[in-house]
């Protein structure tokens, strides 16, 4: 899963560096923001190669403070970090309860936390899906594929099992570089609309008071209304 979120990290503008933990079983990247990109947000991506409970327990209360040094320590961080780093934790759905990460996410030390949890057949779904590709463009068209009838069928839990689409709204939802796209409503032409409903002598009256120099006062209406030019009486 790190892999996988190692590349669209890198699609969306981040620089991620490998980063080595002295706790056995835990794998670590951390992301900083590239040279041309003005958001000054850390990102560290965490996963336990077997996670539980009590593992996720002394994550918090021995090990966050002492990675948050280390991260200090680092070339390339800045004094920013302890208020703009954000732990992404990754773990397969069912290792640890959902208890423990509601408690993981919550805890107000040490990061910004967010949980992203899978199975290993969502993970190959999406990858397949997304084929290679992984900025936010990609996601957001893969969001909204089918026109959005796969979102209404996750919406009504119809999706079958393993399917991409969870986590892929997961990933959406935890990743703070990663954002919805609004898709912009295509609106009808209003002049097309207004002209379609009035005859040659009307449009001839919209002309005039749409498009000519002259300033219109009432009594300049009332006359074109009534005039022989414009065919009204």
């Not at 590239?34 to 918090?60: F, G, H, K, P, T």
């Not at 004094?79 to 990460?101: H, M, P, R, W, Y």
Request: glycine share 4%.
């Amino acid at each position: 899963m790190l892999d996988f979120l190692h590349k669209i990290c890198e699609s969306n503008n981040l620089v991620v560096n490998e980063y080595k933990c002295s706790i056995d079983g835990l794998h670590a990247k951390f992301v900083i923001p590239s040279e041309n990109n003005s958001n000054q947000e850390y990102y560290l991506l965490l996963q336990y190669e077997l996670a539980n409970d009590s593992i996720i327990e002394n994550l918090v209360k021995e090990y966050l403070e002492k990675i948050m040094d280390a991260l200090e320590d680092l070339a390339y961080t800045d004094e920013s970090l302890k208020k703009n780093c954000t732990l992404i934790f990754c773990c397969k759905t069912g290792e640890v309860s959902d208890q423990a990460l509601l408690k993981f996410e919550e805890d107000p030390y040490f990061f910004k936390k967010n949980v992203i949890t899978y199975t290993e057949l969502e993970l190959l779904a999406l990858q397949k899906e997304l084929n290679l590709q992984s900025d936010n463009f990609y996601l957001n068209k893969l969001l909204m594929s089918n026109g959005g009838g796969v979102f209404e069928s996750f919406k009504t839990l119809s999706l079958e099992e393993n399917h991409y689409y969870p986590l892929l709204i997961r990933i959406m939802t935890k990743l703070p570089f990663v954002h919805y796209i609004s898709a912009q409503n295509k609106l009808d032409d209003l002049d097309l609309f207004v002209r379609g409903d009035l005859d040659s002598s009307d449009l001839n009256l919209l002309d005039i008071i749409c498009f000519e120099d002259e300033v219109l006062n009432q009594e300049t209406i009332e006359d074109l209304i009534l005039s022989e030019e414009w065919g009204v009486i």
